[in-house]
């Protein structure tokens, strides 16, 4: 009887996992979705799609500046970056004035992502 009891456990354990961890991932695309498309409407140009610079762009301001994969940039604290995405920083307008923390958040998230 103990063996079924705790075989019946197990069993309800597994699916409260999957029905969390199943359930999380759905919410998780769509933030990563809503990261991108900002990225591509507001720093694409510039930035580049894999974050490295647009190579056009970069002949006028320089790698160093467009690159978002540098360890320079991927060591920056969230809060930093957060401030030059909503500011704007030397010749970068600000882009994320109008953005809300939850858009801006993902948009910081999407940026991340490229660096790995």
């Not at 009887?1 to 705790?6: A, L, T």
């Not at 199943?22 to 799609?49: I, M, N, Q, T």
């Not at 978002?68 to 957060?82: G, I, P, R, Y």
């Amino acid at each position: 009887m103990r063996w079924i009891n705790s075989q019946s456990a197990i069993v309800v354990l597994a699916s409260s996992l999957f029905a969390f961890f199943g359930s999380s991932r759905p919410v998780w695309s769509a933030e990563a979705k809503g990261g991108k498309a900002l990225y591509d409407k507001l720093c694409v140009s510039c930035h580049g799609a894999d974050g490295k610079g647009n190579p056009a762009m970069t002949k006028v301001f320089g790698e160093k500046a467009l690159n978002l994969a540098t360890k320079e940039t991927t060591q920056k604290k969230d809060e930093e970056l957060s401030k030059v995405i909503t500011q704007g920083r030397g010749k970068m307008p600000a882009s994320g004035k109008g953005l809300s923390k939850q858009e801006q958040r993902q948009l910081l998230d999407y940026m991340r992502s490229l660096a790995k």
